[in-house]
């Protein structure tokens, strides 16, 4: 799998911003899930929910590049 993440430009647009919004709220809203008493089964689908997200809300953090 490829190192993908966004440029300048891409971080900067209003749409990543709007995403952005969405799962910061989408995060929230499944770590209150997560909080409820529920069977193991429930809690590891939605833990994996929550990595997910965080994984694409980590798509426009600024990471250095490493040369090859």
Same mark, same amino acid.
């Given at each position: 799998?490829? *190192?993908?993440?966004? *440029?300048?430009?891409?971080?900067?647009?209003? !749409?990543?911003? %709007?995403?952005? =919004?969405?799962?910061? *709220?989408?995060?929230?809203?499944?770590?209150? !899930?997560?909080?409820?008493? =529920?069977?193991?089964?429930?809690?590891?689908?939605?833990?994996?929910?929550?990595? =997910?997200? %965080?994984?694409?809300? =980590?798509?426009? *953090?600024?990471?250095?590049?490493?040369?090859?």
């Amino acid at each position: 799998m490829t *190192d993908f993440q966004l *440029d300048d430009g891409e971080r900067s647009h209003p !749409l990543w911003a %709007k995403i952005r =919004a969405h799962l910061v *709220d989408w995060l929230a809203a499944e770590r209150t !899930l997560n909080d409820r008493d =529920a069977p193991e089964t429930v809690t590891a689908a939605t833990r994996g929910r929550i990595t =997910a997200i %965080k994984r694409f809300i =980590a798509l426009g *953090d600024v990471r250095p590049t490493t040369e090859r």
